[in-house]
C-alpha cells in the first residue's frame, strides 16, 4: 500500500496570523489538521503544541505494542493536558485550545479522529462525503431539529465549538477505522475552507483535478469567497503499489 499527501496552509485575508498548524509524517502514517482558538498567541500555542504532543505519543517506540485508537485517544489526552496545564501556567494563554482532526494509517486501515469542527471527508470518486462530524453549537442545533442545513447557513457566528483539546483538561475525540480501498482520497481541513467553499463546490473541484493538485486551489477557492479564516487543506491519497 502506497500513499501519498500533500498539504498548504494560508492566514486568509483577515486575519493577522496563522493559528492552524499541520503535520504531514510518512513515517509514522501520521497526517493532522489542528485550528487554534483562544486569542493570538494562545491559539498559536495550542495548535502547534497539539500537533507536536501527538505526533510524538505516536512516535513512541512502545506505540505499536498497542491498538491504534488506544494510542489516538492517549495522543489527545496528553494534549488536552498539556494545553491546559500551560494555560494555567501563562496567564496570557488563558482559556486557549484547539481543534484538531487526525489520520493515522496502521494494518491497511486509517484511523481517524476529530475534536471540534476542523474536518476529514473522504471522496471515492464522483462522490465526496463528510466522515467526520463537527462539534459545534450549529451542529448541535441542527442534531436536535431545531434547525434545518438551509437555515444554518445564514447564521452569524457559525464557528462557535462545543468541544476542543485543552480548554478542559480531559477531552474526549470521536475515533472511526476505515478500510483503505486504492484511489480513495481523504481531505483534512480547517473551518477556514468549509466555511468559504460548500461540500458540493469541493467535490467539484475534486472530480476535476488531480489530487497532488487540489490544495492550492481549495486555498484559492475560500480566499476567493472572501478569506475570512484560517485555512488549511491537507490531502492524502491511497495508491496501488
Known amino acids: 500500500m502506497r500513499f501519498q499527501s500533500w498539504c498548504i496552509t494560508d492566514k486568509g485575508l483577515k486575519r493577522e496570523g496563522n493559528q492552524d498548524a499541520f503535520l504531514i509524517d510518512d513515517r509514522l502514517g501520521l497526517f493532522i489538521v489542528a485550528d487554534g482558538v483562544g486569542g493570538h498567541h494562545g491559539g498559536e500555542v495550542a495548535s502547534a503544541l497539539a500537533v507536536e504532543t501527538v505526533r510524538e505519543v505516536v512516535g513512541h517506540?512502545?506505540?505499536?505494542?498497542?491498538?491504534?485508537?488506544?494510542?489516538?485517544?492517549?495522543?489527545?489526552?496528553?494534549?488536552?493536558h498539556r494545553i491546559f496545564d500551560?494555560?494555567?501556567?501563562?496567564?496570557?494563554?488563558?482559556?486557549?485550545g484547539t481543534t484538531m482532526v487526525m489520520g493515522y494509517v496502521r494494518e491497511s486501515k486509517l484511523f481517524i479522529a476529530n475534536v471540534g469542527d476542523s474536518r476529514c471527508y473522504l471522496y471515492r470518486k464522483p462522490h465526496l462525503w463528510q466522515v467526520t462530524e463537527d462539534h459545534s453549537l450549529i451542529n448541535e442545533q441542527i442534531r436536535l431539529g431545531l434547525m434545518n442545513e438551509e437555515q444554518a447557513k445564514k447564521v452569524v457566528g457559525k464557528n462557535v465549538i462545543t468541544r476542543s483539546v485543552g480548554f478542559e483538561r480531559d477531552v474526549y475525540p470521536d475515533v472511526l477505522e476505515r478500510e483503505i480501498s486504492m484511489g480513495d482520497v481523504f481531505l483534512f481541513c480547517s473551518d477556514g475552507l468549509t466555511g468559504m467553499v460548500t461540500d458540493s463546490d469541493l467535490c467539484s473541484m475534486l472530480n476535476q483535478y488531480s489530487a497532488d493538485k487540489i490544495a492550492p486551489l481549495m486555498i484559492d477557492k475560500a480566499l476567493a469567497h472572501g478569506g475570512d479564516d484560517n485555512v488549511t487543506v491537507l490531502v492524502l491519497q491511497f495508491q496501488d503499489v
Open 86 to 96: 500551560r494555560a494555567t501556567e501563562e496567564v496570557r494563554l488563558n482559556g486557549m
Open 61 to 80: 517506540p512502545k506505540a505499536l505494542q498497542f491498538k491504534p485508537k488506544e494510542v489516538i485517544y492517549q495522543a489527545y489526552e496528553e494534549a488536552s
